[in-house]
């Protein structure tokens, strides 16, 4: 019962362009939702959250969009870099500091 | 140190071989948590400590999988009689209760 997924399991863009990911989730009890980035070889690191009593959340280059109607959250990172290449994990709890759910990840290529 | 700690980085087995993988938290972080990552695959929960409750064990793949860990510091996950499936990266993750969680550079464990 995949409850996190991220339906593409690869993005390319070109540097400069906007980057768009994807996550949908089943459980509607989920309320805290998550982006992570991992680079090989390293473990996932912390990128952007946003709570359900938010609908975006910004950080610089990155931005969270939460619907939760629709059980779906985006990822924008505008504008892209090489370095942005990675892979980014979607990830979601029934509360904050509870146990997360990842969905399969999308490896995202941003070409120069 | 800084961050979380796992040790050993890579370990290569024989089938049927018992393993111990073990994970340093972040200091004063009262939930641990374990994943690992298949090939091509996402992060999949196995087991999340938090503080002196009873871990949440709900995502050990079966009963050769266990893990402990001593009030809040380290953690050891052991895997008895490794099957070929096992093989996968373990990450280690740490977090206060704010649902960020840091995670390790993970143990990459082949079994042959």
């Known amino acids: 019962d995949q409850q996190v997924k991220q339906n593409s399991p690869s993005l390319s863009v070109q540097e400069g362009r906007i980057s768009i990911l994807n996550c949908d989730y089943t459980?509607?009890?989920?309320?805290?939702f998550l982006w992570y980035k991992k680079y090989p070889a390293e473990g996932p690191t912390f990128l952007i959250s946003?709570?359900?009593?938010?609908d975006k959340n910004e950080d610089g280059r990155f931005t969270v969009f939460l619907n939760k109607s629709a059980k779906h959250l985006s990822l924008h990172i505008v504008p892209s870099q090489p370095g942005d290449s990675a892979v980014y994990f979607c990830?979601?709890?029934?509360?904050?500091?509870?146990?997360?759910?990842f969905g399969e990840g999308t490896q995202l290529t941003v070409n120069p | 140190g800084a961050g979380v700690s796992q040790s050993p980085s890579n370990k290569v087995t024989e089938k049927g071989k018992d393993v111990e993988l073990r994970c340093d938290p972040i200091?004063?972080?009262?939930?641990l948590y374990w994943y690992r990552q298949r090939l091509g695959q996402g992060l999949e929960f196995l087991i999340y400590?938090?503080?002196?409750?009873?871990?949440?064990k709900s995502g050990l793949p079966s009963d050769r999988f266990s893990a402990e860990r001593t009030g809040e510091s380290v953690s050891t996950l052991t895997i008895q009689r490794t099957q070929q499936e096992d093989s996968a990266v373990y990450l280690c993750?740490?977090?206060?209760?704010?649902?960020?969680?840091?995670f390790g550079e993970g143990s990459r464990l082949t079994v042959l």
């Open positions: 946003i709570s359900s009593i938010k």
């Open positions: 459980n509607s009890m989920f309320d805290y």
């Open positions: 200091s004063g972080h009262t939930a």
């Open positions: 400590f938090q503080g002196n409750s009873a871990p949440d």
């Open positions: 990830a979601a709890s029934e509360a904050s500091g509870s146990r997360l759910t």
């Open positions: 993750a740490s977090s206060l209760m704010t649902g960020e969680l840091f």
